[in-house]
């Protein structure tokens, strides 16, 4: 068998392909089988079992918005996911109250997704409502001018296209509130 | 979300028995096969063109 | 054995009665599109370093953004360069260990110009922002169908090529490339067409099973294979052990597909797949430690051939660095591990040392040998070649070794919610800054072996006349 795979290519080949698919099934196929919750859109009415709240699709204007987010790559610099991680709950929480984490039904309807793998600035699974229009209109501007420090390019065609801004600004609101979780006074003041 | 804590358990030691039991038949195939002969290694000298450049690799 | 030369050795000549003439046409069209697109996305590679140190420049250009010029980044690298590049030197090697022509030039060169086409397409649309969302996949989908129908035209020629070979026992190169053609098959496929099937965590899913085998399974296995062929071609000694060769090929065949989770580990996805990917991302040590052993084994009492052997020096770095990446990437999978440093600059120091430090150093190297010969000219500058050894090799440690040490700090602070984050961006700026002189440096490396390839191919020194 051995020889034969290492003298014959279509053996070589049918046995690579066949180790190839064993790990390739069990690792992107069956998992959505076992695991069923991540297709289940977020749905709570019961405050004993954690925050509660639904997840919604997004309408017109909001995925026009996420289109924007796509093209301007903002993902490649902001993750949208609050990790099992302490600090991470910290980081995405809302006048001292701490943010769940992220679960797969809170994405069901991302397409595609943007959970990211670079953290240049902060994590947005939880932004919405956090700043209001006038502060994302300041900041697309120049980042600097409300965070010193900052070093997120500006983005001033966003801004002076007011049906981008309008679309983009809608997305961004809708960042994490599927779960009902924090204190209501929405905006920083 | 499920508890999958005894499931995985006996994955991982079912899946080592498998590994194990993987690594034995191929031992047994590879001797069957004369990998361990004096030819064994006869493939890798086929990287160079020429019989000269070949012997001197042998030898080297 | 029979000699086996190049069609350009002979010269107009007639060849040595017996010998198998390789034509190259393919590999040599290949080898100069990849050279050239390493130069353009080399600048590309300084800006974008350049924006994190000032992130105002160029930034009201909408197709100069950020946000743009880093897929052309990724994507020009990988599938311009490298792929590309190690496509080249796939056709040169594989007739030559098969003993055979390639199976057809016509078809090589057609791949060659189909080749162009998409990577061109690709410049387009990823500064116009034509953006799948889906990272290593942005581009658009007739992009996709395209590079799709190119691995076809490629892995069949080889096919063809290794079916017609005249030795029976194949080397442990031909494996990988096979390895190469016919995973790479699959993990494209699931990466940018099954995820157009699905959404959110399960898309998640495949895109990351397609992002880590993009290197796990397209770049390791032709990496290796140029590795497995041309270190014992460059040092006139016989590999260490076939056998040991093998088992890395079939532990790497077997491994490398079930790490994908482990890119969203801590992430919303289920606890026991990322474990098993955490269990699989360590057993990756098996495959690497097999292939970095065979090669440190070859070299045994040959060392001193590192002193002037350009090609060898490079092959050499790159399994270092090799057996560096690939000890951070089961070490970093670890999850105490993973909370520090996931996330931060140190993915980018990571992900460098794969692609640059490892892979393309294999394939520079490759070029190196190869250049010389498909053209039957003399390296135009031995002294230029060392130099952008060491130019790649100081900013690539630079780059490396800063952005780890920056990616722990960064992680450390985050992991301190009582600093603001605003406080670990300005705490990253020198390391951005050291990031950007590097990159210069590595620039200055790209610039001194596209020049020295180019001088060679245009120029008239012409090969001596060897006995």
Not at chain 1, 33 to 42: E, G, H, R, S
Not at chain 1, 91 to 107: L, M, Q
Not at chain 3, 150 to 168: C, D, E, H, K, V
Request: hydrophobic share 50%; glycine share 8%.
């Amino acid at each position: 068998m051995l020889r034969k795979a290492d003298t014959s290519a279509t053996w070589a080949a049918i046995i690579s392909l066949v180790l190839f698919f064993i790990g390739g099934i069990l690792t992107t196929v069956v998992p959505p089988l076992v695991d069923t919750t991540w297709a289940k859109p977020f749905e709570n009415a019961d405050p004993a079992k954690g925050p509660t709240g639904k997840l919604t699709p997004l309408n017109e204007l909001q995925l026009q918005g996420r289109q924007i987010y796509i093209r301007e790559g903002c993902w490649y610099c902001h993750t949208q996911q609050t990790r099992t991680l302490l600090a991470d709950t910290k980081r995405s929480g809302w006048k001292g109250v701490d943010s769940p984490v992220s679960t797969p039904d809170e994405f069901v309807y991302d397409d595609p997704h943007l959970f990211g793998t670079k953290r240049t600035g902060p994590d947005l699974s939880r932004v919405g409502g956090k700043y209001d229009e006038q502060w994302h209109r300041t900041h697309f501007r120049n980042p600097r001018d409300l965070v010193p420090g900052s070093i997120m390019p500006p983005y001033p065609w966003l801004v002076e296209d007011a049906a981008e801004f309008k679309a983009i600004v809608a997305y961004m609101q809708t960042l994490g509130r599927a779960k009902d979780w924090r204190p209501d006074n929405d905006y920083e003041e | 979300m499920a508890d999958y804590t005894w499931p995985s358990i006996y994955f991982a030691y079912s899946y080592f028995v498998l590994m194990v039991l993987g690594a034995l038949v191929f031992l047994i195939r590879t001797v069957k096969d004369g990998y361990w002969g004096a030819r064994g290694e006869d493939v890798k000298y086929q990287v160079f063109d020429s019989h000269e450049e070949r012997e001197e690799g042998r030898t080297s | 054995m029979q000699e086996q030369i190049s069609r350009a050795e002979i010269a107009g000549g007639a060849a040595p009665s017996g010998a198998l003439v390789h034509e190259d046409t393919t590999a040599k069209w290949f080898l100069v599109s990849s050279v050239a697109y390493f130069f353009i996305v080399g600048i590309v590679a300084v800006v974008i370093a350049a924006k994190f140190v000032w992130p105002e420049l160029m930034s009201t250009i909408p197709a100069m953004g950020y946000g743009r010029l880093r897929p052309l980044h990724v994507n020009g690298m990988l599938f311009g360069w490298l792929l590309a590049a190690d496509m080249a030197l796939t056709y040169y090697l594989i007739p030559r260990l098969c003993g055979v022509r390639l199976w057809s030039e016509t078809l090589g060169k057609a791949t060659a110009i189909l080749w162009n086409a998409i990577i061109l397409g690709a410049v387009v649309s990823l500064l116009m922002g034509w953006n799948q969302g889906l990272e290593y996949a942005e581009l658009p989908l007739p992009l996709d169908v395209a590079v799709v129908v190119a691995w076809i035209m490629y892995g069949f020629n080889l096919f063809m090529t290794i079916s017609q070979r005249r030795y029976p026992a194949m080397y442990v190169s031909i494996w990988y490339v096979m390895g190469t053609i016919l995973w790479t098959a699959f993990v494209y496929l699931t990466g940018n067409f099954a995820v157009l099937f699905t959404t959110g965590v399960n898309q998640a899913n495949l895109n990351w099973m397609y992002v880590h085998n993009a290197v796990g399974l397209i770049f390791t296995p032709v990496g290796l294979a140029l590795a497995y062929y041309f270190i014992p071609k460059a040092s006139n000694t016989p590999l260490y052990s076939h056998k040991l060769s093998m088992i890395g090929f079939w532990s790497l065949a077997f491994v490398y597909v079930w790490t994908g989770a482990h890119h969203m580990l801590h992430g919303p996805i289920s606890q026991w797949l990322q474990t098993i990917a955490i269990a699989f991302s360590v057993m990756l040590l098996i495959p690497v430690w097999a292939a970095v052993y065979n090669f440190f084994a070859t070299m045994k009492g040959q060392w001193h051939q590192l002193r002037d052997n350009v090609p060898l020096k490079f092959l050499m770095s790159g399994v270092v660095f090799y057996l560096l990446t690939c000890f951070q990437g089961p070490m970093h999978s670890l999850r105490a591990v993973n909370a520090i440093v996931s996330k931060t600059d140190w993915i980018p120091g990571h992900a460098h040392m794969a692609v640059l430090g490892a892979f393309s150093f294999f394939a520079i190297a490759g070029a190196y040998y190869m250049v010389p010969r498909v053209w039957g000219k003399q390296l135009y500058s031995d002294s230029l070649a060392n130099w952008s050894y060491w130019m790649w090799m100081i900013g690539g440690i630079g780059f490396f070794v800063t952005l780890w040490l920056g990616g722990f700090w960064q992680g450390w602070q985050w992991n301190n919610p009582a600093i603001p984050f605003i406080d670990t961006v300005v705490a990253l700026e020198p390391v951005w800054l050291v990031r950007f002189f590097s990159g210069i440096l590595m620039f200055a490396g790209i610039l001194f072996f596209s020049y020295n390839i180019l001088a060679t191919v245009l120029g008239e020194k012409p090969k001596p006349t060897a006995a």
